[in-house]
């Protein structure tokens, strides 16, 4: 019959495997997040770039061209806000996926731990099991004596 703890190791092996791919997409949600961090501080440039560009000319510039500067730093400040929606979301699912490897990695430790008594259970079993053979033995040998 196997030992508990060498029927564990598939379990084990198993935890392993899904750290594994929790550490895969959390490092894939890092990434993403980090890739639209830059996006924001990008826009969040531009748009102080043009601002200040466009608030020097406004003493010389028409009153259309003005109104199209007006509009388009608009259109950036709303691209900021919805990339700023986007970052709070993917934080939410970057702090899920770095939830779900704490577990994972929780639950491969403590296998780990549980394997690991198991072995100290089984060799203890063992010694006792040899200690009464041996026992047995000196017993039998002096009752033929």
Excluded: P
Excluded at 92 to 120: S, T, V
């Amino acid at each position: 019959m196997t030992s508990r703890s060498k029927r564990m190791t598939v379990v084990l092996d198993l935890a392993k495997r899904e750290q594994d791919q929790a550490a895969k997409s959390l490092e894939l949600h890092q990434q993403k997040l980090l890739e639209e961090q830059a996006r924001l501080r990008e826009l969040e440039s531009y748009y102080r770039d043009y601002e200040g560009d466009s608030g020097g000319l406004q003493t010389t510039l028409r009153a259309s061209q003005l109104a199209n500067s007006r509009r388009f730093l608009g259109q950036l400040a709303e691209a900021q806000r919805q990339q700023e929606v986007q970052i709070a979301q993917l934080e939410k699912n970057y702090d899920a996926a770095r939830q779900h490897w704490m577990e994972c990695h929780l639950k491969q430790e403590n296998l780990d731990k549980l394997i690991e008594r198991y072995r100290q259970e089984e060799a203890s079993e063992q010694e006792k099991h040899e200690q009464k053979q041996i026992d047995e033995l000196v017993s039998s040998s002096k009752r033929y004596r």
